[in-house]
């Protein structure tokens, strides 16, 4: 099910980061709901992003750091 009435929170800024926010809000014609809406979103999708990273990355093989360390040694990459 999706709600598509948006919601109300409330939500406390730093005094020179909501100054910020108003004069970007001024600036592009825009409302600071906007901005902090889309703020949200770009962080959500970069979390989305990250999980599907760790995700791939689960199924690779674990090396321990030593016999890495050691490996490099014996090819004389160190």
Excluded: C, Q, W
């Excluded at 825009?30 to 791939?56: G, P």
């Amino acid at each position: 099910m999706r709600e598509t009435t948006p919601k109300r929170a409330t939500v406390y800024f730093d005094p020179y980061l909501h100054r910020a926010l108003r004069l970007k809000a001024a600036e592009t014609d825009r409302s600071i709901s906007e901005l902090v809406n889309e703020a949200v979103k770009a962080a959500l999708a970069e979390d989305v992003s990250d999980i599907e990273a760790f995700e791939v990355r689960e199924k690779e093989t674990d090396y321990a750091f030593e016999d890495v360390v050691k490996d490099l040694k014996r090819r004389g990459k160190i």
